[in-house]
């Protein structure tokens, strides 16, 4: 699986999202969303950075944005 390093949209960051992850190609994609208010904000980070566990999985690319 390949990460993509992508910039927070516009509206993410009006709405006060630092990290976001979405697992691609699929037809109805699940962003995960990190809010600043977050008290866990750092462990939820690192679990979606982590990608290991869908390396043998149909996803090819892990969209990160920061």
């Given at each position: 699986m390949r990460k993509k390093y992508l910039r927070l949209t516009k509206e993410q960051k009006n709405r006060g999202i630092i990290f976001s992850s979405c697992l691609l190609p699929?037809?109805?994609?699940?962003?995960?969303?990190v809010d600043e208010n977050?008290?866990?904000k750092d462990a939820t980070i690192?679990?979606?950075l982590d990608d290991?566990?869908?390396d043998d999985?149909?996803?090819k690319y892990n969209e990160i944005r920061r």
């Open positions: 699929d037809e109805k994609p699940t962003i995960h969303e977050d008290p866990k690192e679990l979606l290991k566990f869908f999985s149909p996803y």
